[in-house]
């Protein structure tokens, strides 16, 4: 009883050796990599040497830090990566699409960022698609380089076929842009592939910058038009048509509405869609909104803007600049006020002076002038100059002597009197 026992037990073991052989194939290789266009990286490899004739062979693969595991037949991986980093493979290969069975070993293949001093690398590379037609592309220098740093920017987009160089580099001090046409494609994958951009100088001596730019983001609208405005039951309507090529559920709008005379300052966000298509077949479309409890007739300024919403586009930050404003109701004339600000002064300081003159009357009627003499003859001679003062002095002088002559002939006439 015993033996069969054993040899059970030996069998098992032996079959599970096998069982253990059979489940790990041997590595791929020939793994290599190699880009295309700008940032699109591409493994190939191919299937393992000696793997057992049963196995349906699949490739378990995935990025450095064990990132987007995929058990995939084909012998190629590719992904679009910015290149800035290193980024690595590693694949290995099994029998079946279980993730639970064991790989074989792996085998790994990098691709370094491009030479350079990464200091030297430009700084804040951003890119932005406007009104769905052309790109713009800022970004600053790095810290490391030149300030006579000659920039060059390269592009991509599946539609283009090929890489192209942006040809109007713009600086305005330390921003440099440039901007490139991009129309939106009538096929509706357009927006499902990105645009690879490499921003690098012509002399080789900065590190090459990369930014993958995803056509389902980064959309900034051209301003919306205001075609018109009108109040009905207290309340102002409010017209415009969407900018070409976006569909009015795809945007957010935010209309602003001032009046002038009460000096309010709204904003409305408007969430539901008033839209429809203006004009048959026409790409443009015209919405409203419904501002209540407004003043009829008095001075409204309006102006809207839009942006991509999340129902179409994965962001919705950029707003567009706003559109041109529109105005409904009489303006306050600035010409009347600043006339009347001018005339004011003058009435009022006219009415003071005739008041001071009625009061100055009114004085006189009550309190008539007492006659002083000592003041009239003040008044008379209240300026004499220093001459007249002096001949004055003389005359003085010229009194007193006669009255002493005077005084001295009495004198004589008197003694006169006496000795007779
Ligand atoms: C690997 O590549 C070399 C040369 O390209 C080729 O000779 C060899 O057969 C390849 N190995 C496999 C397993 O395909
Ligand atoms: C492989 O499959 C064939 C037929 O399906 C079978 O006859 C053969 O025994 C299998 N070989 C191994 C090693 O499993
Ligand atoms: C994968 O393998 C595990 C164990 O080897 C097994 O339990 C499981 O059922 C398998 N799953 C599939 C989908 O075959
Ligand atoms: C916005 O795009 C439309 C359609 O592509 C174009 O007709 C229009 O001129 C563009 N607007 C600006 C300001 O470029
Ligand atoms: C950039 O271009 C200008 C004019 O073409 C040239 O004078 C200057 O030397 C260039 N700068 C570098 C760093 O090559
Ligand atoms: C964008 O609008 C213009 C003008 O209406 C039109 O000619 C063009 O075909 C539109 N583009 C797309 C992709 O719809
Ligand atoms: C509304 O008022 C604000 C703040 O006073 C001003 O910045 C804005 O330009 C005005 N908008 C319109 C449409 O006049
Ligand atoms: C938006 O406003 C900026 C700054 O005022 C201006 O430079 C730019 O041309 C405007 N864009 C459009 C599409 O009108």
Redesign the pocket.
Known sequence: MERPARLCGLWALLLCANAELSETQPPV??LSVYIENLCTVIWTW????GASPNCSLRYFSHFGDKQDKQIAPETHRSTEVPLNERICLQVGSQCSTNESEKPSTLVEKCISPPEGDPESAVTELRCVWHNLSYMTCSWLPGRNTSPDTNYTLYYWHRSLGKILQCENIDRKGQHIDCSFDLAKGKDSSFEQHSVQIMVKDNAGKIRPSFIIVPLTSHVKPDPPHIKNLFFKDSALYVQWENPQNFSSRCLSYEVEVNNSQTETHGTFYVEENKCENSEFGSKVTSCFMVVPGVIADTYYAVRIRVKTNKLCYEDDKLWSNWSQPMSIGKKPNSTFYITMLLIIPVIVAGAIIVLLLYLKRLKIIIFPPIPDPGKIFKEMFGDQNDDTLQHWKKYDIYEKQSKEETDSVVLIENLKKVSQ
């Open positions: 290789t020939n191919n299937p393992p040497e």
